[in-house]
Nanobody
C-alpha cells in the first residue's frame, strides 16, 4: 500500500490550501483515510477522516467548519480543503489508511492506521 500526500505550502493567515492523498497498491472498498498533523514539539493530532465504507466524515474540533474532506472513489484519492487557515494550523500533515468498516469518527479517534504516507508541510504565516 502506498499513500502520497501533496499540496502543502506557505500561506498567509486567512488563506486556503488543498491537500490531496492518493492511495494505491490495494483492492478494497472497506477503508478509511485520515489526515493527521504534527507540529514541532507537539503530539500528532487527528485532523479529519472519511470512510469509503459508509461515507461518514469526522473532524477535530480545532478544524470543524474550516476544513472539508472529500473523496474520489474511482481514483482512491482523498482531498482536504483547508480554509480560514490560522498560524496554529502550521504542521506536517500526513495521510494514512485503515482497512476497516468502522465509521470515520472511530478511525480518527483511535488513530490505529495500517499505512502512512510521507508528510507534506503546511506553514501559515501571521
Amino acid at each position: 500500500v502506498q499513500l502520497q500526500a501533496f499540496g502543502g505550502g506557505l500561506v498567509q493567515a486567512g488563506g486556503s490550501l488543498r491537500l490531496s492523498c492518493a492511495a494505491s497498491g490495494f483492492i478494497s472498498d472497506y477503508y478509511a483515510i485520515g489526515w493527521f498533523r504534527q507540529a514541532p514539539g507537539k503530539e500528532r493530532e487527528g485532523v479529519s477522516c472519511i470512510s469509503r465504507s459508509d461515507g461518514s466524515t469526522y473532524y477535530a474540533d480545532s478544524v470543524k467548519g474550516r476544513f472539508t474532506i472529500s473523496r474520489e472513489n474511482a481514483k482512491n484519492t482523498v482531498s482536504l480543503q483547508m480554509n480560514s487557515l490560522k498560524p496554529e494550523d502550521t504542521a506536517v500533515y500526513y495521510c494514512a489508511i485503515r482497512f476497516t468498516t468502522a465509521q470515520a469518527m472511530r478511525v480518527l479517534t483511535y488513530g490505529r492506521m495500517d499505512s502512512w504516507g510521507k508528510g507534506t508541510q503546511v506553514t501559515v504565516s501571521s
